[in-house]
Structures are given as C-alpha cells and as structure tokens.
C-alpha cells in the first residue's frame, strides 16, 4: 500500500510533510532497471513470469519494470493489479477500503509471481497480498520486488529485489511518486 | 458523507454514500469473475436473515453475498421457527442478538420493522431486505449499480469511470405498481439523490394516495412518456398486498401500463429496461421483451450478489471514508 494513502487514513491521518529527497526520479528509473536485470538473472529469463502490482502504489512501478523487462528480452510482459484490501488482517480496527479494482485475469498455476510495491513497511500488506495471489491459482514461486525497504517488518517477510534500503523511524513517512522518492513526517491537521 | 449503523433506507446513505457503494461493489464484481469466488473479508462475523416473507432471490442474494466474503449465515425460517408459537418479533431479535450475530438481514411484511429492530438491536448491524410498502433499499442500488454497468459498456469505459456523473439528467420512467411498490420508494430515492430526473407512470388507482414531497412528476400517458426515457422501471403487481382490487383486471392492467412488445418499439433505441423480479411474463411485461438484450434483469440478480457484499463490507468491516468518529 502506498504511505500516501495511509497518510489519508486514521488513526494515522494528518498531512505529508517531505523533509529531504531520497531518490530522484533518474535514480528510480535506474533502481527499476538493476531490479529488472535482477528479476531476469535469478529467473533465468522471464518466460512464466508475470509482474503483479499492488494497488495502488506498485502499479505504476510495476509497469515500468514491465516495460524495462521486454526492452530486455524483447518480448512482452503481462501485468496484474491487486487490491489486498479485501484480505486484510486489519479490517475494522482501521478504516479498510478497496483503492481500485483487482485485475489479475490469468490463473497464475505454475508461474512465478513477482509482487511489485513501492514500500515494504510492517509487511502484512504483503501477507494480505500472499493470499490474495493463492486465490488466483498455485504460483511456481512468488517473489517480492519493492523500491524502498524502511524495515520495522512485524511479519517474517524479505523482500527478493530491492531498490533502496532505507531506515527510518516508526513514525516517518516515505512517499514513492513522479517526484522521486521522498522521507518525510506526517503533520496533525 | 454519512456513516450509517444500520441499513434501513436509501436516505440513510446520500448522494456520497451510494456512490462510495457503487464503488466498493466494483471491487466485489471483480471477486465475482475470479475462479475462486470468496475472500476471507469477514471471517468470524455471523450474520442472519430473518424473512417473515417469501423470497428467492434477495434471500438468496444476500447468503450468497455473505459467504463469498466468509462470513457464517445463519437463516431463520420463520415457518419452522418460534414466531409460530407466538414469539414477538422483539424477542426473536433479542434472541438472535444473543447469539452474537453482527447483523440481521431483515424482511418483513410491515412497513418500518427493520426500524424497530434497529432500535432494539445493541451490537448488530440491521440491513433493510425490503418492508412492507416501504423500502427495499439494496434492490435501489442494485438497479443504479446495473444501470451504470450498461452505460459503461455501451461507451467502452470502466464503470468506475463514469463515477455518478452518468446518472445526471438520466430520464428513469418507474412503470406500475408504485402504490405497493418498496423497490419504487427505494429507486425514486436513489436514482433522484444521483441526479436522474424521475417520472413515475401507473393507474391512477395505484400511484400513492399522496406524492408530496417527492421529486418526480407523473406522466399522463405510458405510450407518449416511453419515448424520452433512458431507463424503464417495471415493477410487479404487488397481489399479496391486494393490487387485486386495484386494476379491473390483469387483462386491462396488461393492456394499458404492461410493456408489450408494441410498446417496446416507441423506445428509444439505446433505452434500458430493469425488473427487480419476479417477473410476471404476460402481465406487467410481455414474455418476448423480458427476452430482449435490454432487459437486464438477469444482470441485475448477477449484481445483487456484488452490491450486497458492499454492503455487509461497509456496514461491518470497512469505514465510511471522511465519516467523523467518536468512539
């Protein structure tokens, strides 16, 4: 889930405030490109993989990695979009609402499944995200790509490809846009 | 935006509020189309339908909705049940309630009991499945969330797309027996609150003793008003509330406000015909117009199933997004 939208959503709401950038958009565009050479070289090509981002802050990087990956091996790629909020281990402790419609129309039996996010932060949207995938059919291998890893995992949950890893406090913020990548806190309205 | 407890009637959402679970049901059509058709969304919640009147498909409707989302249903068949032995309808909730249900789906032939059992209810959500003469405000939704679907394909959009902005100035003609008629109450409520314009068209024996209030006009003529509609309402002759004695006979009723194949040719082409069910081929609609690609109302019972799980979702595990909280 992208911090932006958590940043709407109490008991954490409040206003973004950027303290310093992190990455600049060339250097996201770059991290996404080492990530794709990445997905490439562990997978030994990318024949059964399909790209799977989660809604709504993975879908755009998803894409991109999409396109990076068939300017590489000249073929192109499918990719999903998830929406976790269904699976949720939160729901009704913190406002829980779907941000846009899943689109995963493939059965993903036998393939390998890279989840694409923009930050892994507690690590249970992708705990949600884990069942989510199971529903669409028995992935070969499901990997996990993120651009920034702030840590404070609650869940026994490691990312396989990493754009950045950026420690943080619990209360910080980071935010993953056309801007770059950005640190920064959340001001009470 | 409002943040209702309960589901009783379509004024209890507003204009944002139905929007939001037009939504929320988009996301719940997706779980529709998937092989595995559940989410584990409300594990561990309980909800039970109490009908004090026949139904199929809403009863239905609204268990199939509960378990894909994983929830337990426990049914009440009020045949069966203590009811028989003279149970009130307040002990029945209070009963149900203790049980630790989290929300009773409620039908009843009285206008306003789902209001009552509000009232008494402490913990569990109430969802109005239709009462009375009154409301049967998931039918509403249901009948928008259908309408906007049709649109949407017909543009090649997304309905998400077309947000509500698609039902602003869209002419809804609700044909029949308006007087009976719950899915009418809900539908004028709803579809109005979107920004569609409204024109109710029956016997004058079965529009409501009084219309004050309410924003539709009445058309004078069913053949003239047929072509400026976008979307036809039709609605079945209530008998078990007595329409009966209303009409002359089914014979006149069909002959002066039934769509017949004759009336379906003075449509406009792109117009949409909706039944919320059980239809009644032969009398409020003519066997081969139920048949016709316009008629959706088989796409509507598809929906039902989505729009409910938006429904038990906002009401018992999502948020009202923007809703002040003060607990």
Redesign the interface.
Known sequence: MAERERS???PLGGVFVARSQVLSPPEVQRALTRMSHEVVERNGGIDDVVLVGLQTGGVPLARRMAEILGQIEETSLRVGCL?V???RDD??L?????E????VPW?LTGKVVVLVDDVLFTGRTIRAAL??VN???RARAVQLAVMIDRGHRELPIRPDYVGKNLPTRRDEMVDVGDEGVWIGTLESR | MKRPQHLLSISDLGTDGIAEVLRVAEAFAEVERRSVRKVPTLRGKAVATLFFEESTRTRLSFETAAKRLSADVLSLAVAGSSVKKGESLRDTVETVEAMGIDAIIIRHGSSGAPHRVAQWATRARVINAGDGWHEHPTQALLDCFTVRQVLAERKGAVPEELGIDCFAGLRVLIVGDIRHSRVARSEVLAYSALGAKVTLVAPGSLLPPSLEGWPVTVAPDFDAALGDADVVSLLRLQAERGSGSYVPSLREYTAGWGLTARRVELLGEDAIVTHPGPMVRGVEIASDVADLPRTVATQQVTNGVAVRMAILFLLLGGEWPGADRHD
């Open positions: 709407h959503t109490r929406d909020a269904f699976y729901i009704g913190r406002p829980v609402l779907p846009a419609v899943t689109d059965d069942n989510a529903d669409f059919g």
